[in-house]
């Protein structure tokens, strides 16, 4: 895991179950649109709850972590 994606999950809330807002305030995201089409794409293990969708602190975390990117050797960023 490289440091910025540990740097993510720790903005997470440390509480078990978070709100799709709460994901994307990990991420510094002015909307959660990229988070809920993420959980309908099935990218994102949730519940949907009285409308809402719920996922958990763990599920959160895995979706930072799959999302992470790893230059490849020679690749040069800019």
Known sequence: MN?????IIDRLPTKPLLS???VAD????KTTDPVLADIRLG?????LVG???IISHEAAAA??????????????QK
């Open 3 to 7: 440091a910025t994606t540990q740097a």
């Open 20 to 22: 799709p807002k709460e």
């Open 26 to 29: 990990a991420y510094g995201l």
């Open 43 to 47: 990218r994102i293990d949730a519940n």
């Open 51 to 53: 409308g809402k969708y």
């Open 63 to 76: 979706y930072i972590a799959a999302n992470e990117v790893t230059p490849t050797e020679g690749t040069i």
